[in-house]
C-alpha cells in the first residue's frame, strides 16, 4: 500500500488546459476524495493517475515510483469505474477472478483471493450468481471485490455509487467507509457529491478548473474555508451569500450594510470604509430575532428533527436558515434573521476570504 504524490501535474488538450499545474499529496493508507463540479477536472486527474490519460508536465509518483510515463497495467492501482462493466455471462467468482485469469494465477490462488474479497463484502452467498441476479449495491460491491483480489496498492474510484437510488447510496457510503477501515488501502474517490466527500474522506480535495481550490479534512474545509467558492460548494443546504458594503468598525471586526439590512461580522482585517464585501453565513447559524435582515417564509423542508426554511429577501435573493425542534408553520410569514457575528464570514467581491 503505498501514498500518491502529483508534482506539478498539467493535462492539456491542444490550446485548452484542463489540469493547471496541480500539487497534492495523499498519504499511504488515507481516503482522498476529489470534489467538484462537472467539468472541474477531477475525473481526468484520476485517469491520470491510473494512467489512462497522458501527463502534458509534471510528475505522478505511486509510492515514491516515478510512473508518469508507465503504462497502465504496471502502476500497482486499480479502477472503479461509474459503470459496474461485469460480464453477464460469468458467475460473480468469475467476474471477480477474471483480472487473475489473464495474470495466469493458479485455480487455488485465485479462489483463495475471491473467497477473501468475498469474505470482505459480504457477497459469500452469492459467488455462483450471475450479475443479473443481484441489487444494483452488489454489483458494485462485485466491482469492488475484482478490484480487491489483484491486491493493488492505490484504489481509484471514479463517482461509482452514481447509478445507485438515494438509499443504496447512503448504504455503499458505509460499505466503502468499513472496506477502508477494513483493509487500510490507499484510496481516490472522485465524486461531485460533497455530502459523499464529507461522510467519507480523510482529506477532501475541491476542485474548478482543474486548479486546487483548497484541501484538508473535511471540517477544516467546512469551518475554515479559504475562498468563497469552497465556502458555497462545501455543506448541504450550501452558506448563503449577501452582499454589501463596510458602513463601520466595531470593537471586532465590521458594520456591513445592504438593502437587506446591517449585520456584523468578526474580522482582523479592517477594510476602508465603502468597501464592497460578501458576507456569509451557514444555515445552522441563522436564526429568528427581533433585529436582523427581514425575510419572508416561502417554504420549509420538514426533516423530522430539523426542517430547512427557504426564505426570499427583499431583492428576491433565497435565502435559508435552519430550524430545530419546532413544529410551527412559518409560511408566508415575515420574520428576520440574525446571526452570531463570530459565525459570519466575509470574502473579498473576487471570492478570496478575508480574516
Do not use: W
Not at 272 to 286: D, K, Y
Request: some cysteine; aromatic content about 6%.
Amino acid at each position: 500500500m503505498s501514498g500518491v504524490v502529483l508534482r506539478n501535474v498539467r493535462k492539456s488538450f491542444g490550446a485548452v488546459d484542463i489540469i493547471k499545474d496541480v500539487s497534492l499529496t495523499v498519504q499511504k493508507g488515507e481516503f482522498g476524495v476529489f470534489v467538484g463540479p462537472s467539468g472541474c477536472g477531477k475525473s481526468t486527474l484520476l485517469r491520470m493517475i491510473a494512467g489512462l490519460e497522458d501527463t502534458t508536465s509534471g510528475m505522478i509518483e505511486i509510492g515514491g515510483r516515478d510512473v508518469t510515463a508507465v503504462e497502465p497495467s504496471r502502476r500497482g492501482v486499480a479502477m472503479v469505474f461509474q459503470s459496474y462493466a461485469l460480464y453477464p455471462h460469468l458467475s460473480v467468482a468469475e467476474n471477480m477472478a477474471f483480472s487473475l485469469r489473464l495474470a495466469k494465477k493458479s485455480r487455488a490462488e485465485r479462489e483463495e483471493k475471491v473467497r477473501e474479497a468475498a469474505r470482505i463484502l459480504q457477497l459469500t452467498d452469492h459467488l455462483e450468481k450471475r450479475p443479473a441476479q443481484l441489487s444494483g449495491g452488489q454489483r458494485q460491491r462485485v466491482a469492488i471485490g475484482r478490484a480487491i483480489v489483484r491486491e493493488p496498492e492505490v484504489f481509484l474510484f471514479d463517482e461509482p455509487l452514481s447509478n445507485l437510488d438515494a438509499e443504496l447510496r447512503v448504504q455503499m457510503r458505509l460499505e466503502l467507509s468499513r472496506l477502508h477501515n477494513q483493509i487500510g488501502a490507499t484510496m481516490i474517490y472522485v465524486t461531485h457529491d460533497q455530502v459523499e466527500a464529507m461522510t467519507l474522506a480523510d482529506d477532501i480535495f475541491v476542485l474548478k478548473g482543474g486548479v486546487v481550490q483548497q484541501s484538508g479534512a473535511p471540517l477544516r474545509l467546512y469551518d475554515d474555508p479559504d475562498n468563497r467558492f469552497v465556502a458555497g460548494f462545501i455543506g448541504s443546504p450550501s452558506m448563503n451569500f449577501l452582499s454589501g458594503t463596510v458602513t463601520g468598525h466595531s470593537a471586532q471586526g465590521i458594520v456591513v450594510a445592504s438593502e437587506e439590512g446591517a449585520l456584523e461580522a468578526h474580522l482582523t482585517e479592517r477594510p476602508a470604509l465603502g468597501t464592497t464585501v460578501i458576507l456569509g453565513v451557514r444555515p445552522e447559524h441563522l436564526a429568528p430575532a427581533e433585529s436582523g435582515i427581514p425575510v419572508t417564509v416561502e417554504m420549509a423542508e420538514e426533516l423530522g428533527g430539523n426542517a430547512y426554511v427557504h426564505c426570499r429577501l427583499n431583492s428576491g435573493a433565497d435565502i435559508v436558515f435552519e430550524r430545530r425542534g419546532l413544529r410551527d408553520r412559518l409560511d408566508g410569514q415575515r420574520v428576520r434573521l440574525s446571526a452570531d457575528p463570530s459565525q459570519i464570514y466575509c470574502f473579498a467581491p473576487e471570492g478570496l476570504r478575508l480574516r
